[in-house]
């Protein structure tokens, strides 16, 4: 059975750090590109990182480099996603999604992915 499940988030406050962690079952990371993606109430779902290790791919969506890292344990099975410096706009339900192949849009299109976790809150305190 797949499953994505994240964990780690939490309530801290302003220019605090949290690391999300993403576990998946049912097949292998190397294989899949795993994304984070956020959604705060009453806004779109926002892409934050994406990884396949095994392949060397890695990317950022706009503005998330330097203060997100993404990594990943393919022991483990399982990718992080580390926040630093977090701000009150950061606050959102972070979820982790899995796709086979990058579709042509991108990876940040959301609404292709084959499996997602439940998401995880996050809220930040100003």
């Known amino acids: 059975e797949v499953q994505l499940v994240e964990s780690g988030g939490g309530l801290v406050q302003a220019g605090e750090s949290l690391r999300l962690s993403c576990t998946v079952a049912g097949f292998s990371i190397d294989g899949y590109f795993i994304a984070w993606f956020r959604q705060a109430p009453g806004k779109a779902r926002e892409g934050i990182a994406c990884?396949?290790?095994?392949?060397?791919?890695?990317y950022y969506g706009p503005s998330m480099e330097g203060r997100f890292t993404i990594t990943s344990d393919s022991a483990k099975n399982m990718v992080y996603l580390q926040m630093n410096n977090l701000k009150f706009e950061d606050t959102a339900v972070y979820y982790c999604?899995?796709?086979?192949?990058?579709?042509?849009?991108?990876?940040?299109?959301?609404?292709?992915?084959?499996?997602w976790g439940q998401g995880t809150q996050v809220t930040v305190s100003s």
């Open positions: 999604g899995a796709i086979f192949e990058i579709p042509l849009g991108g990876w940040t299109e959301w609404d292709v992915y084959e499996y």
């Open positions: 990884i396949r290790r095994s392949i060397g791919a890695t």
